[in-house]
C-alpha cells in the first residue's frame, strides 16, 4: 500500500529482546511507488537487545520515502548492526535519511548505518557508539551527499572508525568528540582501510573534513583523517589531537 506514514515511539521503561531474524525493532515499507512517499520515524528510548545471526537492533527501512531514526537508549546487537535506517530507493525527488544518537549502542557489525538512494544521508550522534568487526558510524549515499556530525565516543575495534560516502554530492564530517579505529590481528582483514575518519564522493562534489579544539583521533594503523574527491574540492582542518600512523590524507582528481 502507497502513500502512507509510520510513527513509533518506544519509551525508556520499555525493554525489548529479540532472537529473531528481523531483529529487535523492525519497521519496513516495501511499496514501490514512486508516485507517493512513504515515510518512517522511529523514536526510541527504550533498552534493545538484539542475539540474532545478522539481526539488527533498531531497522527501518523505506524504497520510496525518507527515514528518521532517534535513538536514546541502549542498544545491543550481538550478531547484527546496532541502528540501520535505508530509504528512497524507488523515490523520483530528494529524501533525507538520518540517525540522531544520544545513547549507548554496541554491535558486532556497523554500530550506526544510514543508507540513502536519492538524496543526503544525515548522522548526528552525541552518544557512545562500539562495533566488534565494522564501521562504528557510516553513511552512503548512492545519488546525494553525507553530512556527519559527532561529539560522542566511536570506536571500531576491526575497521574504519567513522566513513561518510557520497555520490554527486558534498561531503562533511566534523568530529568535537572522540574517535577510535582499531585493529584486531585475530580477525581476519575485511577492511582496506583502518582509519579514524574515512570521507570521500564519487562524481561531483566537495568533501570537508573538520576535527575541532575538542577532537580526538586515534588510528594506530592508518591515517587520523583521510579523504578523497574524484572531481571536486577536499578541505581538511584540524584543530584538535591526532594519535595516528599518519595524521592527514587528502586525494583529489580536480
Request: glycine share 12%; proline share 1%.
Amino acid at each position: 500500500q502507497a502513500d502512507w506514514d509510520a510513527n513509533l515511539f518506544i519509551g525508556a521503561d520499555v525493554s525489548i529482546t529479540s532472537a529473531g531474524p528481523f531483529g529487535a525493532v523492525w519497521l519496513r515499507s516495501e511499496s514501490s511507488d514512486s508516485t507517493t512517499s512513504n515515510d518512517l520515524v522511529v523514536n526510541s528510548a527504550a533498552s534493545v537487545v538484539s542475539y540474532g545471526t545478522n539481526a539488527d537492533g533498531i531497522t527501518a527501512t523505506s524504497n520510496n520515502g525518507w527515514v528518521s531514526i532517534t535513538n536514546a537508549g541502549d542498544v545491543t546487537a550481538a550478531g547484527g548492526r546496532g541502528i540501520y535506517a535505508d530509504g528512497g530507493a524507488t523515490s523520483l525527488s530528494d529524501v533525507t535519511v538520518s540517525i540522531t544518537n544520544s545513547g549507548s549502542v554496541h554491535s558486532y557489525q556497523a554500530g550506526l548505518r544510514a543508507i540513502n538512494y536519492r538524496g543526503t544521508t544525515v548522522i548526528e550522534n552525541e552518544g557512545t557508539v562500539r562495533s566488534t568487526t565494522r564501521q562504528g558510524i557510516i553513511g552512503w549515499s548512492a545519488n546525494g551527499g553525507v553530512t556527519i556530525d559527532n561529539s560522542g565516543v566511536v570506536v571500531a575495534d576491526h575497521y574504519d572508525a567513522v566513513v561518510a560516502a557520497g555520490t554527486g554530492g558534498d561531503v562533511s564530517v566534523t568530529n568535537s568528540g572522540s574517535v577510535t579505529a582499531n585493529r584486531n590481528l585475530n580477525l581476519s582483514q575485511v577492511s582496506p582501510d583502518f582509519h579514524a575518519i574515512s570521507a570521500y564522493t564519487d562524481g561531483a562534489g566537495s568533501v570537508t573534513v573538520s576535527n575541532t579544539a575538542s577532537g580526538v583521533l586515534t588510528a594506530h594503523w592508518d591515517a587520523g583523517m583521510a579523504a578523497a574527491s574524484s572531481s571536486g574540492a577536499v578541505t581538511m582542518t584540524n584543530a584538535g589531537a591526532i594519535d595516528a600512523k599518519t595524521g592527514i590524507y587528502a586525494d583529489s582528481d580536480s
